[in-house]
């Protein structure tokens, strides 16, 4: 069985930071790129940013600069550092696995990835 846990998430006000962490179990970690997507309440769920299996990444541009994906291949965790956080960024955060037998791509809509966890809320306060 297939499970991705997120944590990380909490109260931050605007311009702080936080680490969001996501945990996968029942998948070879390896074969799959994984992403990060949020979703504010009554808005689609967005993508903000991915890393492909040969660890290249790519963001939203409204994150550039900001944030910063990584993943850990020996704990099968992927990260996303979220720095200089603005009110508006409040959601419910979520990571991704989607199988690739690429090492390069990756994809930024939702209905691609395969497997999903629960998501992380992030509360910016202003």
């Known amino acids: 069985q297939v499970q991705l846990v997120e944590s990380g998430g909490g109260l931050v006000q605007a311009g702080g930071s936080l680490r969001l962490s996501c945990v996968a179990s029942?998948?070879?970690?390896?074969?799959?790129?994984l992403a990060w997507f949020r979703q504010a309440p009554g808005q689609e769920r967005d993508f903000v940013a991915a890393?492909?299996?040969?660890?290249?990444?790519a963001y939203a541009d409204s994150v550039k600069g900001r944030f910063v994906i990584s993943r850990d291949n020996t704990t099968n965790t992927v990260f996303l550092q979220v720095n200089s956080l603005k009110p508006e960024e409040t959601a419910v955060y979520y990571c991704?696995?989607?199988?690739?037998?690429?090492?390069?791509?990756?994809?930024?809509?939702?209905?691609?990835?395969?497997?999903w966890g629960q998501g992380t809320q992030v509360t910016v306060s202003a």
């Open positions: 890393i492909t299996r040969g660890s290249n990444t």
């Open positions: 029942g998948l070879t970690f390896s074969s799959y790129a």
């Open positions: 991704a696995a989607d199988f690739k037998t690429s090492l390069r791509t990756y994809s930024v809509v939702s209905s691609a990835y395969d497997y």
